[in-house]
Structure formats: structure tokens, C-alpha cells
């Protein structure tokens, strides 16, 4: 008797030992994503990329040879455009990057996600998206002032039915 209460005493014993040392390493070393005076400047979309090509419609002859199910006065292409974005914070380019369409057809929608520290103060943010291979320069363009406090998550979202770049 005397050895299963001296069992669980230890039990209990070790248990708080482990909870307190997982309680001290939750709050010590403070951990800090960004410095004291930075925000964060987040690029983060799903967008889909226009389509690479334009619809045409069939000819009689196409048609005649395509099983009944099949035969639909148009084709267009499935795939997608990337969406390439590049975004320059105060004149310095930051990202200039692609984000290729999800899918096995590359149908989908392009997703990215770009992060990075930014110092607090005020800033210029030019932000340029071309969703369109047939297009040769941007599709959308944002260009806005932004002042950002310490701690400030500045992100950047493609949204199309709300102008394109929206910068919240």
C-alpha cells in the first residue's frame, strides 16, 4: 500500500515538473516575428489567370467527327495565365515573381504568399499584376501611400471584381 501511494506521489511529482517546464519555455525567450519598430508587409492571393487563349468555334466538320456528348459549337482553352506580380516598396523592387495556375491542366487559380519585414514610418507601394499572357504590360496597378505604425500587418490581396490590387 505504502508503495503504490508513494508511486503516484512521484507520478504527480514529475508531472508538475513537466508542466512546469513547459510552462516556463511558452513564455521565455520572448519571441518577437518582427523587430520593435517593423511592421510586416504580407503579399498573399488566389486569383485566376485569364485564359490563354480565345474561344473558336468549331467547323462542320470538326463537329461530325466528335462522338454526340462532344459536340459543342465552341472550344476554349482551359488553361490559365500565371499571375505575375511584382511589387516595389519606396522605388526598390521587392518581389518580381510568376505564380504558375493550379492543376494538372493548369486551370486553376495561381496562389501566392510573399512576406517581409518593413520598417514603420511612411512609405510609397507601387504593385503591378499581369493575369493575361496575351496582354504585354500589367493588367492591374495599384499605387498607394501607406503609413504604417510598429506591429502593422500591411497586406496585399488580388481581388478582381474589387478593382484588382487592394492594399488593406
Known amino acids: 500500500m505504502a508503495e503504490t501511494v508513494l508511486r503516484y506521489v512521484a507520478q504527480a511529482v514529475l508531472y508538475g515538473l513537466f508542466a512546469a517546464v513547459v510552462g516556463v519555455f511558452s513564455v521565455w525567450p520572448p519571441y518577437r516575428q518582427i523587430g520593435p519598430e517593423q511592421a510586416l508587409l504580407r503579399l498573399s492571393f488566389r486569383h485566376p489567370g485569364k485564359p490563354v487563349g480565345d474561344c473558336r468555334e468549331r467547323s462542320a466538320e470538326e463537329l461530325a467527327k466528335l462522338q454526340p456528348q462532344f459536340r459543342a459549337g ?95
Open 74 to 168: 465552341t472550344e476554349c482553352p482551359r488553361e490559365r495565365s500565371p499571375v505575375k506580380v511584382r511589387v516595389e516598396f519606396d522605388g526598390e523592387v521587392l518581389y518580381d515573381e510568376s505564380f504558375a495556375p493550379a492543376g494538372l491542366r493548369r486551370d486553376g487559380a495561381a496562389s501566392g504568399y510573399r512576406r517581409a519585414a518593413i520598417a514603420a514610418g511612411d512609405h510609397r507601394l507601387r504593385v503591378q499584376v499581369n493575369d493575361d499572357v496575351r496582354s504585354a504590360g500589367p493588367t492591374y496597378v495599384r499605387e498607394q501611400q501607406v503609413h504604417v505604425v510598429p506591429g502593422q500587418i500591411v497586406l496585399i490581396d488580388i481581388v478582381g471584381d474589387q478593382g484588382g490590387v487592394v492594399i488593406r
